[in-house]
């Protein structure tokens, strides 16, 4: 272990790595000391159970590793676990997220507290294994908090602060990290590793506010009346309120403890005298750095705002940046079909009524489409100009192409079938 000064903060770190994004989220399950891995491989998360499984296997991590028969198994065994008062952890992503879909409502609506990553894929048919974000999208109203990452050492700090947030007794939700594949998950990049010791005191012992007990049985989940079922629903909404202030919580003493820091709900970048500003999540805010600082020497005062935690929503932080703007691009890597792009709508939605902000949305990166920063300056400059049309705008798009592409191929099947 070593201490070590960086940008004016301490850091207690017990080394550096240059690893994968799924290694690095395996090494935040180790460090926080998780309890039941139920693991089941799907590309491209498969990695980050391996590498659980190799510290099973080397006496390098101390769990109950459990191979199941499938995604739905593996978020019913967190269920159990986590229902018998230890700690849990699983990955997955796309199909296999979609697969629990069920399960993940039962999870957030029994108030269980556990931590899974999802490697954002796009969904199929056709079947693609390069990222978007509409697999967590589509689980956005399951109950699960859920924060994006945008680099590999937030991964492994937000797996731990993870833990410290769901496990809150002002919380008790299960919570999703999710970043995206293969520009992360199968990508290198160095990593402090901290010091078990200042992990611990940042994260304790997991003690569960209730559990299963064989040795006094009761039954958990039954019938819900109309009289009852509004409550249920409505504690759930309160605990992502709570939430808000949790996740700030835990973002400072982390800091305080291990020394990394992240942001909190979003992180802001060059917004102290912004008059435009860029919005996205995970790595196309990397992107939007690169965009932001061209647009700069363009003349234009711009900033960018980063959503770490898309649920809870960060609406009071969003109003807050953006009211005072003249203009705003939101970014989004996945499509609300017959609406537009969902973290355009909730952007919208947020600083509906506070200041005079333009807001414009464009839809781009799906099934890994490649977004250079010139793609997203040259958007940027027409959307505040006020030239973008109304709605998400699809800027990658190329649809006359493809209607050739398709043309073409239809008709040399026809001819080789002999069809007219």
């Not at 000391?33 to 390098?60: K, L």
């Not at 947030?165 to 590793?193: G, K, N, W």
């Not at 820091?261 to 008059?275: C, F, K, P, S, T």
């Amino acid at each position: 272990m070593k201490t070590i000064q960086e940008h004016g903060e301490e850091k207690r770190v017990r080394m550096r790595l240059v690893e994968t994004g799924n290694h690095v989220a395996a090494w935040g399950a180790r460090l926080a000391r998780v309890e039941v891995v139920s693991a089941y491989p799907i590309t491209p998360q498969t990695q980050v159970i391996e590498e659980i499984s190799r510290f099973v296997a080397e006496g390098e991590m101390e769990c109950e590793y459990i191979p199941v028969e499938s995604e739905y198994s593996a978020m019913a065994a967190m269920i159990g676990a986590a229902a018998m008062g230890v700690r849990a952890f699983s990955a997955t992503s796309s199909h296999g997220l979609a697969y629990m879909h069920e399960l993940l409502h039962w999870a957030a609506a029994i108030r269980l507290p556990m931590v899974m990553v999802n490697v954002n894929r796009a969904l199929g048919p056709g079947w693609n294994i390069w990222c978007d974000h509409q697999d967590t999208m589509a689980a956005r109203d399951t109950g699960w908090i859920q924060l994006y990452c945008s680099d590999h050492q937030e991964i492994l700090d937000t797996v731990i602060q993870a833990y410290r947030i769901s496990e809150d007794p002002r919380v008790i939700l299960p919570v999703m990290v999710c970043y995206d594949a293969f520009v992360m998950s199968h990508t290198y990049m160095q990593v402090e590793i901290p010091e078990q010791e200042a992990v611990d005191r940042f994260l304790p012992p997991f003690r569960s506010l209730w559990k299963l007990d064989l040795e006094r049985p009761f039954t958990h989940g039954s019938v819900i009346y109309p009289d009852d079922y509004e409550e249920v629903r409505f504690s759930m909404q309160r605990a992502m309120d709570n939430a808000r202030r949790v996740i700030v919580e835990a973002a400072g003493e982390y800091r305080e403890l291990v020394g990394s820091y992240h942001g909190e709900l979003v992180e802001a970048y060059r917004m102290e005298d912004a008059e435009y500003a860029l919005l996205a999540m995970g790595t196309l805010a990397s992107e939007c750095r690169v965009a932001v600082d061209v647009l700069r020497e363009r003349g234009y005062p711009c900033g960018l705002v980063r959503i770490r935690s898309y649920r809870p929503f960060p609406a009071a932080e969003l109003r807050e940046l953006l009211s005072p703007l003249r203009a705003a691009l939101v970014v989004d890597r996945a499509v609300s079909f017959g609406m537009e792009g969902p973290l355009f709508s909730e952007v919208k939605a947020a600083v509906y009524g506070s200041g005079n902000p333009s807001i414009h949305g464009i839809i781009t990166g799906l099934g890994g489409r490649d977004v250079p920063y010139d793609l997203l300056v040259e958007n940027a400059e027409a959307a505040f100009k006020g030239r973008l049309p109304a709605g998400s705008h699809w800027p990658s798009v190329r649809l006359n192409e493809h209607h050739r592409l398709v043309k073409r191929s239809l008709e040399e099947y026809w001819r080789k079938e002999g069809v007219r």
